[in-house]
Nanobody, 115 residues
Framework: QVQLVESGGGLVQAGGSLRLSCAAS????????MAWYRQPPGKQRELVAR???????NYADSVKGRFTISRDVVKNTVYLQMDSLKPEDTAVYYC?????????WGQGTQVTVSS
């Protein structure tokens, strides 16, 4: 069983920055891939960024150049650094991980970007 706990959401003005954290209950090297998803109000959940065991990353086109996913294997934590935030980034952000073919989700953290 894997538990994922997000933190770091909040209210920020357009152009600002936030860093989300996702703390895993076990070694993140056993969870592959790990990713951040988001669900804007009234819309479907969508992939934001993903990191695989080897460290390679990929991003949704809408966040490329603005968001950065990273990890700390000692702290068993994955981060999402969000810069140049836009109102359309407003959403609940979820941490996601897959281990042994089982998908795990965090509880979500709200990010609100005001214009």
């Amino acid at each position: 069983q894997v538990q994922l706990v997000e933190s770091g959401g909040g209210l920020v003005q357009a152009g600002g920055s936030l860093r989300l954290s996702c703390a895993a209950s076990g070694s993140i090297l056993s969870i592959n891939p790990m990713a951040w998803y988001r669900q804007p109000p009234g819309k479907q959940r969508e992939l934001v960024a993903r990191i695989i065991r080897g460290g390679a990353t990929n991003y949704a086109d809408s966040v490329k150049g603005r968001f950065t996913i990273s990890r700390d294997v000692v702290k068993n934590t994955v981060y999402l650094q969000m810069d140049s935030l836009k109102p359309e980034d407003t959403a609940v952000y979820y941490c996601n991980g897959v281990r042994a073919l089982t998908t795990y989700w965090g509880q979500g953290t709200q990010v609100t970007v005001s214009s």
